[in-house]
């Protein structure tokens, strides 16, 4: 079978963008060779690429009259400060939200692996309650085995079961975000009413914010977060389904 993207060399890559009437400059080599033609090309072209009078983007590919390499780099560069930016966010958020989830559950339920106990749950006869007790249960039992120092292998070893506050440093976003929609109602509360308190100290407003916001904002978040983590195009980025955001604009009095 024929190759339908053979291998191009750097110099046949740059021949493309000019044929296709790129203007190139001093610097392209040097990006294409630094990040590649994938990353950059095919990832921020659509821009600059010749439409009809429809919006379609015409075949074979032409770029419209005067659009540079440096302003497709530039884009590029753009979006990745972008992400860096988000990046600190996110994490400030989960770090925030970790914190929170494991300190009000412990509160709440300070029995020993209280955490994996279906009754700490608020519906826990349903399946997404057992898949987050097993997904924790399974985080243990992952880094137990590993063949290096961590947290978890040191409290097993030590006092034979980890506290929450220290498993939830090895779960993921997504596994925060199904262990807060699932614990018990109050909890719940409780740590939205910690995030209230966080919004009058930067804001210094009085808001109520509800569990339903916080559900909202997570859902966000994850998507986002694995999005900027994974370095993929952010600018345009949105989320063809999800929650309604009304109930966080109604939280945090936003008109628009």
Sequence with gaps: MDNQKPFKTIEEQIKILNNRGLIIDDETEISL????????????????????????????????????????????????????????????????????????????????????????????????????????????????????????????????????????????????NYLYRNIDEQVRISIAKEFSKKYKDNYNEDVKIQVESLDSVNHLVNNFRNAVAHGEITYYMHLTKGPSFQNIKKDLNLKT
Aim: positive net charge; glycine residues 4%.
């Design 33 to 176: 060779r630094q990040f590649g033609y994938y990353s950059i090309v095919n990832g921020y072209k659509w821009l600059f690429l010749s439409r009809n009078s429809v919006g379609k983007i015409i075949k074979p590919e032409r770029f419209i009259k005067g659009s540079s390499f440096f302003e497709i780099r530039g884009l590029y560069d753009f979006d990745k400060e972008l992400r860096s930016i988000l990046y600190k966010a996110l994490l400030e958020y989960e770090s925030n939200l970790k914190a929170k989830v494991s300190y009000i559950f412990c509160k709440n339920h300070p029995e020993e692996k209280s955490y994996l106990n279906v009754k700490n749950y608020r519906d826990y006869k349903h399946n997404s309650v057992n898949k987050t007790i097993n997904n924790l249960d399974n985080t243990i039992k992952k880094y137990s085995l590993k063949d290096y120092d961590n947290a978890i292998k040191h409290y097993l070893n030590n006092y034979n079961q980890v506290p929450l506050w220290v498993l939830v440093n090895f779960l993921t976003f997504g596994d925060i």
